[in-house]
């Protein structure tokens, strides 16, 4: 059973910093890669960025040159920096794998951006 534990998030002004880290359950970051989404109320689920195992990243056009995803394979720890927050990057982020055929999700952090 894969586990994800995501932390990191909190209430920030616009132009704030927050880094989000998620913990997994065993070797998911080398063996299957790992990513980001967040859900805005009212919105749908959005990609925000992924890491595969071997390095590289992709990052939605909506937060590129401002959010970077990184990972420390030895602490199967995937992270997200968001840099110069906007109140539209207000949302409920969730961490996510995809192994064997079946993702898995954290239990999500919220992220507040007030203007």
């Known amino acids: 059973q894969v586990q994800l534990v995501e932390s990191g998030g909190g209430l920030v002004q616009a132009g704030g910093s927050l880094r989000l880290s998620c913990a997994a359950s065993g070797s998911i970051l080398s063996i299957f890669g790992m990513g980001w989404y967040r859900q805005a109320p009212g919105k749908q689920r959005e990609l925000v960025a992924t890491?595969?195992?071997?390095?590289?990243?992709n990052v939605a056009d909506s937060v590129k040159g401002r959010f970077t995803i990184s990972g420390d394979n030895a602490k199967n720890t995937v992270y997200l920096q968001m840099n110069s927050l906007k109140p539209e990057d207000t949302a409920v982020y969730y961490c996510i794998t995809d192994v064997a055929g079946r993702r898995y999700w954290g239990q999500g952090t919220q992220v507040t951006v007030s203007s």
């Open positions: 890491l595969t195992p071997s390095g590289n990243t």
